[in-house]
Nanobody
Framework: QVQLAESGGGLVQPGGSLRLSCAAS????????IGWFRQAPGKEREGVSC????????YYADSVKGRYTISRDNAKNTVYLQMNSLKPEDTAVYYC???????????????????WGQGTQVTVSS
C-alpha cells in the first residue's frame, strides 16, 4: 500500500523549533520530488519547501527561507523538515507530497501531486 506518513507536529512557543518527518512506504522515493505544504484555517494550501530526491536540489517559499531546512534520508525513505524560529503565522496543518520526475519548484506549486500524506498539526502559540 502506497503511503506518506507525517509525524512530528505539535504545540511550540514562538521562537521554538520542530522537526517534521515524512516516511514513504509502498514505493521508493527515487526519481521523486518530495515537498512540504501547509494549510492554515481559511487559507489555501501552499507549498513551503520541496526537495528533489535525486540531485538534492531544494526550493523554499520566501516566508520560510532561512528558518526551515528540508533534508532526506534515502536509506530510511524519509524526508524531514526542520523548522526553527517558528512564528504564530506558521500555525497550520502540514502535509507532505510526492510527485514523480518533477522539479522542486513545480512540485511546490502543484495542486495534484501523485501522493499526499494525511497531515500533521503544527501550532505556534504562547
Amino acid at each position: 500500500q502506497v503511503q506518506l506518513a507525517e509525524s512530528g507536529g505539535g504545540l511550540v512557543q514562538p521562537g521554538g523549533s520542530l522537526r517534521l518527518s515524512c516516511a514513504a512506504s509502498g514505493f521508493t522515493l527515487d526519481y521523486y520530488s518530495i515537498g512540504w505544504f501547509r494549510q492554515a484555517p481559511g487559507k489555501e494550501r501552499e507549498g513551503v519547501s520541496c526537495i528533489n530526491n535525486n540531485d538534492g536540489s531544494t526550493y523554499y517559499a520566501d516566508s520560510v527561507k532561512g528558518r526551515y531546512t528540508i533534508s532526506r534520508d534515502n536509506a530510511k525513505n524519509t524526508v524531514y523538515l526542520q523548522m526553527n524560529s517558528l512564528k504564530p503565522e506558521d500555525t497550520a496543518v502540514y502535509y507532505c507530497a510526492a510527485d514523480y520526475f518533477t522539479t522542486t519548484q513545480a512540485l511546490c506549486h502543484m495542486t495534484t501531486p501523485n501522493y499526499w500524506g494525511q497531515g500533521t498539526q503544527v501550532t505556534v502559540s504562547s
